[in-house]
């Protein structure tokens, strides 16, 4: 999703709407009809292009079964033109039942994919739009489907809600839903945790899947043979040793949601083979780093061999990170955080030199 948080305003749409608003009160004064001449239209305005019949007359001016056109006077814009409707002519839709257009703002809650026009008495709403783009691409998409629903409003500037102030909160905010996938299939990915410890490879150490059952089983055996044929994001990933998975049925969209995790990661599975565990953060609501902290200091606790307090788990993360003792894990969708614990360095050491220094205190 781009990342904007402060109103977007055009100003030279602000302006044009208002000049084209002016020129059309003129023309309709006049018993014409204000069009554009340019291939893709102006703003709301009729295009000469999409009408049928158009024969060109010379100096722009132009004849169709159901009127002609000319130059309109003063120019409002380049290619500026005003239609006359001949005499009990049938004429197209976009030249009937001309309406006075208004500018307007919008609100865009990228997190539901809905943007909300008030003005007036009029209130539209879209939904589904496209959160990858930027705010000038995203006025102008607006813009785009109000002139084909022929809204009579015209926006400049847009509005984004506080992520906080959404009622509806994703899994990937930039509404780029990763998959994992191997030579024969694919699944979408509800969240996952990885080391990007090579650029070629990354070092998966949990992931969640939503796909068929034949899908999800096919990237189960992937992972289990341990040979980096699964790939995320365009690069192979290779889990941490012996992974276990849950799964679960979701019947209403006729798939199944699987996890799959690293015994590593898993709390009470540690082995005295393993030189790393894991940390991972899930559930929501709760601030990630201290969290972070409180899991690190439990995993220590289950592999190490002298006692850790729970009062020394913020101590022992900052300086684990200083030390290059903890590794942060790259996480997205339902993993909202984790780190990986390297057990081969020399925790006692560490710790004995804090308590030396009275950093740790018994």
């Not at 809650?109 to 691409?137: C, G, P, W, Y």
């Amino acid at each position: 999703m781009y990342e904007w948080t402060e109103p977007y305003e055009d100003e030279y749409i602000k302006e044009r709407i208002e000049e084209l608003r002016q020129a059309q009160k003129i023309a309709m004064q006049n018993g014409k009809v204000l069009v554009s001449s340019y291939p893709f239209g102006q703003f709301w305005l009729p295009a000469l292009n999409d009408l049928s019949d158009v024969e060109y007359l010379g100096r722009e001016r132009h004849r169709t079964p159901y009127g002609t056109f000319e130059p309109a006077p003063d120019v409002p814009f380049h290619g500026a033109l005003w239609f006359t409707p001949a005499k009990d002519a049938e004429l197209p839709p976009s030249l009937k039942n001309i309406k006075e257009w208004i500018p307007a703002g919008a609100v865009v809650d990228m997190n539901a994919r809905m943007v909300q026009i008030k003005v007036d008495e009029i209130e539209i709403t879209f939904t589904s739009i496209n959160v990858s783009l930027n705010a000038h691409q995203l006025l102008q998409e607006i813009n785009q489907e109000l002139v084909r629903a022929n809204a009579g409003v015209y926006v400049w500037k847009i509005e984004p809600v506080d992520e906080m102030s959404s009622s509806v909160r994703h899994l990937f905010p930039d509404g780029r839903i990763p998959a994992l996938s191997n030579a024969h299939t694919r699944a979408d990915v509800t969240g996952y945790a990885l080391m990007q410890d090579r650029p070629y490879q990354h070092t998966l150490v949990y992931v969640g899947i939503a796909a068929y059952k034949t899908s999800v089983e096919s990237l189960w055996a992937s992972l289990i043979r341990g040979r980096g044929s699964c790939s995320m994001r365009g690069t192979s990933v290779l889990a941490d040793g012996e992974v276990k998975m849950m799964t679960q049925p979701l019947t209403e969209f006729n798939v199944m949601h699987a996890g799959i995790i690293c015994r590593k990661a898993l709390p009470g599975k540690w082995e005295a083979k393993d030189d790393s565990a894991y940390a991972l953060v899930f559930e929501q609501g709760r601030e990630v780093e201290t969290e972070l902290q409180m899991l690190a200091a439990k995993r220590l606790q289950e592999a190490l061999a002298f006692p850790i307090p729970d009062t020394w788990a913020r101590t022992l993360w900052e300086h684990g990170l200083d030390a290059g003792f903890i590794q942060r894990l790259e996480t997205g969708g339902d993993c909202r955080g984790g780190a990986r614990l390297d057990l081969a360095k020399p925790w006692q050491e560490l710790v004995q030199n804090l308590l030396e220094q009275e950093v740790l205190t018994i």
